[in-house]
């Protein structure tokens, strides 16, 4: 299984930093290509051998989301029990960042 922070970029996005990594699921934030702005990604990281979801060509991906929903999605991982103080703090200061 590949880890999240091994899926560093697509034809599309580019990893900036995996802030959610829990039960093989996974969140990070980094940009579209050609654009500055910050926006969420996702993707399910597999088992064994398998690129998890989604993936091409048996290549793992990140699914980028739409930008107006970056905000929304750090905001409700702000209520996930299984984060550490550090992640919570480093969560609320990423989003400080994003306009």
């Not at 590949?2 to 093989?24: A, C, M, W």
């Not at 739409?66 to 409700?76: A, D, F, K, Q, V």
């Amino acid at each position: 299984m590949p880890t999240p922070e091994s899926v560093k970029h697509s034809q599309t996005f580019t990893l900036r930093e995996v802030i959610y990594n829990h039960d093989g699921f996974s969140i990070a934030v980094g940009n579209i290509v050609g654009n500055s702005k910050i926006v969420c990604a996702m993707r399910w990281n597999g088992e064994d051998d398998k690129a998890g979801f989604p993936y091409a060509f048996n290549n793992p991906l990140w699914l980028h989301l739409p930008g107006e929903l970056t905000l929304n999605i750090l905001s409700g991982l702000l209520t996930c029990k299984k984060l550490s103080k550090k992640e919570y703090i480093e969560l609320l200061e990423l989003m400080k960042t994003i306009s």
